[in-house]
């Protein structure tokens, strides 16, 4: 039908655009963020690719909902200005004829959108967990880098080597170290590395030890120097830790089904809501586009962000809500996208039959302006 594929053909160059935008945008905050994560040692500079794909993929429900809106509401808007939109009213095709061919485009867009939200969403944040633990588990001799000032993982020593001369050794050694009771500082001119009885040995040559004291007062003095020409000091890595079974996050959603907890039930709030607030968002997009000639242009696109992001920020703060207990999951689900649902279909209805809008419900500016004319 000719009617279907063109609004098909241009909804597709429409969203085939806005997503190509989006993930643009989406991937330069996210090398912007994660260079900084990889500057402060937050994360390995050599998984920064790999983790902004895993943040993208994560993020590629929201993308999609996002793309799929604004595609939608730009089509109907050149349609309006195109006057387009008056031929197909005039060949019997209301607002109401619009949501199939819209639902048959959409619907691989939520086949997609659910398998990201229910399944790939969890799995990403699993990954990313995994890569940033053993980045922060790895042993304080395993941080440092030659001409690089770097602190060990619990920050209470800082390191410096000069430069590597082999595998395990390294000369102009400098490490400092705040105690409790005092701060050492103490350089060597060289250093290797060696197992002793399964664990790591650090053994430094021709160096020197400077001790001072933070206590106030006392018999040892505030500073003590000594040289050595050997000095060993046993050094063990960080044992490995699994990831968190307490968050929610990385969670199938199998799982969270199982163990219906409060937190789990929020998470699953969230993955059924990126869903759902889609499939909300193509009866949304239908509903609200409507282009005044004396107005802009982009007043529709400013009205569907503006949507999506007050949308989005309740479905965050519902999931609180259900964590915390104050609305179950069912309650939430028909609350917040039934409501939704239901003020889009009733929006629509009133445009789909051309409802006046009762004297007393109109906006103050309006019946100024009605008084005026």
Do not use: C
């Amino acid at each position: 039908m000719l009617f279907e594929s063109t609004l098909r053909k241009e909804l597709a160059r429409s969203f085939g655009a806005t997503l190509v935008v989006l993930i643009t945008i989406i991937l330069t905050i996210i090398l912007i963020r994660t260079l900084g994560q990889a500057s402060r040692g937050a994360v390995n500079p050599q998984d920064v690719m790999l983790l902004m794909a895993y943040a993208t993929l994560g993020r590629l429900p929201t993308i999609l909902g996002l793309s799929l809106f604004i595609a939608m509401v730009s089509v109907l808007s050149r349609l309006y200005r195109d006057s387009e939109m008056v031929v197909w009213q005039v060949s019997g095709k209301g607002l109401a004829s619009f949501i199939r061919p819209m639902l048959r485009f959409a619907w691989p867009v939520l086949l997609l959108t659910a398998f990201s939200a229910l399944w790939l969403w969890p799995w990403t944040n699993q990954k990313t967990q995994e890569l940033r633990q053993r980045y922060e588990q790895r042993s304080d001799l395993d941080r440092v880098a030659p001409g690089q000032f770097q602190e060990s993982s619990d920050g209470s020593r800082v390191f410096f080597i000069d430069r590597n001369s082999r595998e395990r050794s390294g000369s102009d050694i400098f490490i400092a170290t705040t105690g409790p009771k005092a701060r050492t500082i103490t350089t060597a001119r060289s250093g290797r590395l060696e197992t002793v009885e399964g664990g790591q040995m650090l053994t430094l040559e021709n160096g020197e030890r400077v001790e001072i004291s933070t206590q106030v007062g006392g018999e040892a003095p505030p500073i003590r120097i000594s040289s050595f020409e050997a000095y060993g000091a046993r050094i063990s890595g960080n044992s490995p830790r699994s990831l968190d079974a307490g968050s929610h996050k990385f969670v199938s959603t199998w799982r969270l089904f199982q163990n219906p907890s409060r937190a789990n039930q929020g998470e699953i709030a969230w993955r059924l809501g990126l869903v759902l607030s889609t499939l909300n968002m193509v009866l949304l997009a239908v509903a609200i586009t409507h282009v005044n000639p004396r107005s802009g242009r982009g007043n529709n696109l400013i009205l569907a962000i503006f949507i999506f992001l007050v949308y989005n920020n309740l479905m965050t703060l519902s999931q609180n809500w259900v964590q915390t207990g104050i609305i179950s999951l069912s309650s939430l689900m028909l609350a917040l996208h039934g409501g939704v649902f239901a003020a889009g279909l009733l929006w629509l209805f009133k445009r789909h039959l051309n409802l006046n809008v009762p004297r007393w419900a109109r906006w103050p500016a309006w019946r100024k302006g009605e008084a005026t004319a």
